[in-house]
């Protein structure tokens, strides 16, 4: 299956496309090429596609100011675990000394700082976007679980990195381990797993709820005063909360996968962990590929959708620690973000020669969609899963990943189940009551709040730093510390969760109402045409 990035120049019609499957071959491309990918990405390669030399002057940076600020709060970084960050920080500016220079606070300075114009969305933009995100609200959630987060985690580099922390995956588990696949019913440790992967899955989402206004209060928090539009992504806001708090857990994780790589790596490491490579590819994953999916979904995005939801996520990188260069230049339009992306992951998924497809490390895109089976609201099985990921991903890169083929029974089922849940969005394009679309909007808003903090114990996760891998076995550290949980503690109001139902059921009535009407006063009028032609 081949699909193609962006447009070809004229002189490119009918033109010999170059295949290319290493990280190496990117060298000798120039400006024009038309380029095929070993997973179906057929594009032209111009200033907005990477190179390899680029890329390997990005897997040297870090975030610099970040790693100080830590090694400030706290030399030893083991004592991290269980705090919020954000907070510690913002408590070392009440002793700040005017006289000294203090990593921490010049980091602190910095992310309060708004982005430069080029980079800063407009209030007009962050209400496209998230407008944008809860239409759509379950084809991207789709695209990042399914392929973000399933096939985009699965760069040997960050299947690295996240086995050094045992993030979505066991530490150190190898292909050659799970030859066989996942067993169709877990084992005892397994279901431990699943849960554990699951919880990191929701705390993910839980962030790009943050980001998109999408959040609840927890008890502790009930007296602050909420923000609204642009004000949730700027300093104080809550989406903005939630971008420092992920900057710093990386700043930690880097920390310890640096410690990691030292005492297991034997000939060492020749990147930063969490470097401006993998932070600019997971943010494409984030602002880009739902794009793709939803072209996948023959749902597509309007030129005001896009760059909107590209510009909301390019605001966020700039404080997630992405170098504002690289959000210049790659994540300026939906077009250059897209090139940027599908030449990144020439980079991200080229072979290494060195390692044997058994001793390969577990890509977390079998744990992600084993433990989402079976979880509500939906109850999805495993074999739908892998079907969804299949046809998002592409054969190639699934069979790459291992994702099993799917039955033809399974392929029907998954077609009737997205052709359903186009049903709404086909129904909102043409509906012009604007306050149906204003309710769907808030059921859905709250929907996902609830669904989210429910599937995380009824807690608001504040992205404190985990226990950290303890050296033995596969399933020791990454656990949340004790007392974090209650600290961020979410009850819902049982009146407010009686009118969501309400609500929910009007939204569902009308729209069902309406096209009920609409079928039948068009086939009455079919009925009449036809009677008076055959008279």
Known sequence: MSITIGSLSRSNDGRVYRPVKDSEETRTLQIGDVVESRWGHIFEWDSSCVSEEVVQRWRQEGDRKCDEALKTLAPDPSTHAGKDLLAALEKHDEARDPSGFDPALCFLDAIYERPPDDLCMTEQEYRTATNFFLDYAIQIAQALLYYSLAGGFASPRIVRTLHAVSYLVPHGQTRGEMAGGLPPVPAPFSKIHDDRTFIRLMETFQFILD????????????????????????????????????????????????????????????????????????????STIPLWCLARFNLLASPEQASAYVALWRHI????????????????????????????????????????????????????????????????????????????????????????????????????????????????????????????????????????????????????????????GKEEGGDIAAGSEEEAKIVFDAESGKMLVRNMREVWAEMVTVLISVSVGAAYILWIILKTAFK
């Open 211 to 286: 980001v998109m206004g999408c959040t609840l209060t927890p008890v502790k928090d009930k007296q602050r005063p909420t923000e609204h539009g642009l004000a949730r992504i700027l300093p104080d806001g809550e989406g903005w909360k939630a971008a420092v708090r992920v900057r710093m857990l990386h700043g930690v994780a880097r920390h310890r996968v640096q410690e990691r790589f030292e005492k297991d790596e034997a000939q060492g490491v020749d990147f930063v962990p969490i470097n401006q490579e993998d932070m600019s590819a997971t943010l494409g994953a984030f």
């Open 317 to 472: 990188g700039f404080y997630l620690g992405v170098s504002p260069a690289i959000l210049r230049k790659y994540f300026a339009t939906p077009q250059t973000s897209s090139k940027y992306l599908a030449s990144a992951a020439i980079h991200l998924f080229s072979a290494q020669p060195s390692i044997t497809s058994s001793m390969e490390l577990l890509p977390p895109t079998l744990p992600i969609l084993h433990a989402m089976s079976d979880r509500p609201p939906l109850r999805t099985t495993f074999a739908f899963n892998s079907a969804l990921a299949r046809f998002l991903l592409g054969p190639s890169l699934s069979s790459h990943l291992g994702i099993p083929q799917t039955k033809l029974t399974m392929y029907l089922k998954l077609h009737a189940a997205l052709i359903g849940q186009r049903v709404p969005l086909w129904f909102l394009r043409w509906y012009p009551r604007q306050a149906w679309v204003a309710k769907r909007r808030a059921v859905i808003r709250e929907g996902l709040v609830r669904i989210t903090y429910w599937n995380l114990g009824m807690r608001k996760t504040s992205f404190r730093p985990r226990t950290e891998y303890s050296g033995v």
